[in-house]
């Protein structure tokens, strides 16, 4: 069983469009998390949510919303895509928000955007 | 100033040599943790091993272990028996306790492990 998924792991679409990438973990962890890795393959935390609770919103394009339905799953929606907003983009959960616990990541999903 | 700096970009070692990966890092909290991890070609980020700043002795996991120089603030990662299955783009990450609790990584060091 796949800890953490992602879905699409591939998505490739126009400049303007909407997308959504969704995320679920059945780890039973409290914390989820966003990362955007870019093409030189340096990776930047973009949300974080605790027991469904938004704690880290780094200084992303609003843009970008995330939506925690539950503990075990964060979507990310992106409206108006732009050619900068193709990287690779991960989800990931740790068993708590406490910094000692190492996070676990999804396999990741490749956004392309013409 | 840059959280984590990780100054090899490319490193290459013969397989079964030992190899040592830097990491230096940069922070006024005293309670931090540190981690290390690897990331193949096929593109999953794996978890390696784990050092909090207040661990009295390195951590050790498997052949992984981590050199931990709180003066020097840096957090080696030595690869022991290296295997080709070690090349992969490696990262080191901090994570500050006090301090929002933000991660940060790397810009990560590429392994290749040469038979």
């Known amino acids: 069983d796949t800890a953490v998924s992602q879905t699409p792991k591939y998505l490739v679409t126009q400049m303007g469009n909407d997308k959504s990438i969704k995320c679920e973990q059945n780890?039973?962890?409290?914390?989820m998390y966003w990362y955007k890795q870019d093409s030189k393959k340096f990776l930047k935390i973009m949300f974080s949510?605790?027991?469904?609770?938004?704690?880290i919103n780094e200084t992303v394009p609003n843009r970008f919303s995330p939506k925690s339905p539950d503990k075990a799953h964060l979507n990310l929606h992106i409206n108006s895509l732009e050619l900068g907003d193709s990287a690779v983009y991960f989800c990931?959960?740790?068993?708590?928000?406490?910094?000692?616990?190492?996070?676990?990541f999804g396999p990741g999903t490749r956004l392309t955007v013409t | 100033a840059q959280k984590i700096t990780q100054t090899q970009p490319g490193m290459f070692v013969q397989e079964k040599e030992a190899v040592t990966l830097d990491c230096t890092y940069d922070?006024?909290?005293?309670?931090?943790?540190l981690f290390w991890y690897k990331q193949p070609s096929s593109g999953e980020m794996i978890f390696l091993i784990y050092?909090?700043?207040?661990?009295?002795q390195n951590a050790t996991e498997g052949r992984y272990s981590l050199n931990f120089q709180k003066a020097r603030k840096s957090a080696n990662l030595v690869i022991s028996a290296s295997q080709l299955g070690d090349s992969a783009m490696y990262f080191c990450?901090?994570?500050?306790?006090?301090?929002?609790?933000?991660?940060?990584f790397g810009t990560g060091t590429s392994l290749t492990v040469i038979p």
């Open positions: 050092q909090g700043s207040y661990d009295q």
């Open positions: 780890l039973g962890h409290d914390t």
């Open positions: 990931a959960s740790s068993r708590k928000w406490r910094a000692d616990y190492e996070q676990y």
């Open positions: 922070t006024s909290d005293p309670s931090y943790g």
């Open positions: 990450a901090m994570r500050e306790f006090n301090t929002g609790n933000q991660f940060y």
């Open positions: 949510y605790n027991n469904k609770e938004l704690i």
